[in-house]
């Protein structure tokens, strides 16, 4: 209990005393994670929507994939990302790994299947016939889009928030790729499981504590983004 | 659609987010203008790149143990080299099982690490070149206070083990396939017994965390001393078996043969080896951990052959 409580402790010393390696781990985080986001979004929503409106043959196999990889095991995309962009791997030559752009890379595959998944079953849900009549009052296809779509918002942020969230707390890919580098690749989940084996344990509890608030801030501002839409 | 765009803010204030996470990362980048390969722009920067990082790299791999990241000794070196040498060292710490095939396969440029029969076939097939001897401590085996197995009279770690396992002591493995596991399974070997059962238990990770599982479940395991001095407030272990010749520990510096990939940098592995044995560094290691704990973590050793631990 009181490890624990010497770790409350000890976040609120590294928050306040302005330790630069925390602010640049935390920066570093912030920074991976929401670059992931924002390339899994530009991928995952549109994606998502085809899925959910396009009629082709296997299209029920293809979002069963999709569902199914929503799941993935960060350590398994770890190990694929390491192996292709190794030295001696296909993209070796772009010495990517062991670079936050490598950490990138990796949490966008464990997110673009998330946002995918729960764009296409957003979109799913708005009323077919809302589609139809929107069209029929002689609304272009980008108009009909852009309705359907701020129909849909409320799920579509909740997508954007799961995504962020799989990609801010997953640890394996991180690890195996970024390499835990000081003051290069060293985020909040790696630091983490580093201050836990060096024996620094309230470092690492005050470390947890900077990213649950993290994660939660960022939460926290998409969501009253997403209230404030539902009071209007 | 005006009304339409002055009522959906949401797709402003979206849009505008993106905008700043995206801006923000570009500005960093601008911040981080001397150091290359950042941020994920960097696809297409590195591949107009390539080609000079043929003649200047900036980086250099360092595949090393856990151990000497664990212990806070790499914190002080690290940034020693940098400032002499100019090149940004990428220290990744892994079991020396995960190290020494990182050389094998050109994946690093040096290797720090601690396993010397696994290194010697290394150097013999041509893997890595300029093998150096650096430092050592030693290996000690540690267990509950109590010792229920009754080993601490024991000189020799192999009849401690053979005592824990003929009482079905819980005995925890590292089981990762780094230096310290295959020292471990070495010390098995002269016990001419097979550690299996219920009491063998693998814990997979590095030190820090076995020595936690160790501590909790009440039973032994072998642990490097700078590890084990490191934690030893946060675990209910005991040093009961240490100061025998075969559980010295010893770290060689060795650079990854450059023939191997053309991505390799040779000239900052050579000089991170003669950094390594460079009498400042020497003397920084010697005194690494005294002010901590009363006792220096790591003997330097520059200059010496792996012929003097033998006698």
Redesign the interface.
Same mark, same amino acid.
């Given at each position: 209990m009181e490890?624990i409580l010497q770790g409350i402790v000890q976040a609120f010393v590294m928050i306040f005393s302005g330790d630069p390696e925390i602010y640049e781990i935390t920066?570093l985080t912030l920074?991976v994670s *929401? $670059?992931a986001t #924002? #390339?899994s &979004?530009v991928v995952g929503v549109p994606l998502g929507m085809f899925l959910a409106w396009a009629r082709f043959p296997g299209r029920k196999i293809y979002i069963s994939i999709v569902n199914t990889t929503m799941g993935f095991p960060p350590v398994v995309v770890g190990l694929w990302v390491f192996l292709f962009l190794? /030295?001696?791997g296909p993209l *070796?030559?772009? +010495? &990517? &790994?062991? $670079?936050?752009?490598a950490i990138?890379i990796a949490q966008s595959i464990i997110a673009t299947p998330i946002i995918t998944g729960l764009t296409s079953a957003a979109i799913m849900q708005v009323d077919e016939r809302m589609r139809l009549q929107i069209r029929s009052l002689g609304a272009t296809k980008y108009?009909t889009l852009f309705l359907v #779509? /701020?129909e849909a /918002?409320y799920s579509l942020l909740a997508a954007v928030i799961a995504g962020f969230g799989a990609a801010i707390s997953e640890i394996g890919a991180s690890m195996m790729v970024g *390499?835990? #580098?000081?003051g290069? $690749?060293r985020v909040l989940t790696t630091a983490t499981v580093?201050e $836990?084996?060096? *024996?620094n344990?309230e470092v690492a509890i005050g470390i947890s504590i900077i990213l649950l608030t993290l994660a939660y801030l960022v939460t926290l501002g998409l969501t009253l &983004?997403q209230q404030r +839409?539902v009071k209007? | 659609m005006r009304t339409f765009f002055s009522k959906n803010s949401l797709t402003v204030i979206i849009f505008v987010l993106i905008m700043a996470l995206l801006s923000a990362c570009g500005s960093n980048n601008a911040n981080n203008a001397g150091q290359e390969n950042t941020d994920s722009q960097e696809p297409a920067a590195s591949e107009n790149g390539h080609e000079q990082n043929q003649e200047t790299k900036e980086f250099v791999i360092l595949a090393t143990t856990t151990s000497t990241q664990d212990s806070g000794l790499l914190d002080v070196l690290v940034p020693m080299y940098e400032e002499q040498t100019g090149y940004r060292v990428k220290t990744i710490a892994v079991g020396t099982g995960k190290a020494l095939a990182m050389g094998e396969q050109g994946e690093a440029d040096v290797l720090l690490v601690h396993a010397p029969a696994s290194e010697k076939v290394l150097v013999d097939n041509g893997d890595v070149i300029n093998r150096q001897l650096v430092m050592h401590n030693d290996f000690v085996v540690v267990g509950p206070a109590d010792d229920p197995a009754g080993i601490q009279s024991e000189k020799k770690a192999s009849d401690a083990f053979a005592k824990i396992a003929s009482a079905g002591q819980i005995f925890v493995s590292r089981g990762d396939d780094s230096g310290t596991h295959k020292k471990e399974l070495s010390i098995w070997k002269q016990t001419g017994q097979e550690p299996s059962g219920q009491w063998y238990q693998e814990s997979g990770q590095g030190m820090g965390q076995t020595l936690r599982i160790a501590s909790e479940k009440g039973g032994y395991t072998l642990t490097d001393r700078a590890t084990y001095l490191a934690l030893q407030d946060e675990i209910d272990l005991k040093i009961l078996v240490e100061g025998e010749a075969s559980l010295l520990n010893i770290y060689h510096v060795m650079q990854v043969n450059p023939e191997k990939s053309d991505k390799i940098n040779a000239d900052a592995a050579e000089k991170f080896v003669s950094f390594m044995l460079a009498e400042e560094t020497q003397a920084v290691i010697a005194e690494f951990g005294v002010d901590q704990y009363g006792q220096p973590l790591f003997f330097a050793d520059g200059g010496k052959t792996e012929e003097a631990f033998a006698q």
């Open positions: 490890m920066w920074k *929401g $670059t #924002i #390339i &979004l190794a /030295r001696s *070796g030559d772009f +010495e &990517l &790994l062991f $670079t936050p752009a990138v108009q #779509i /701020r /918002r *390499g835990n #580098i000081k290069y $690749t580093m $836990t084996s060096k *024996g344990t &983004l +839409e209007n | -």
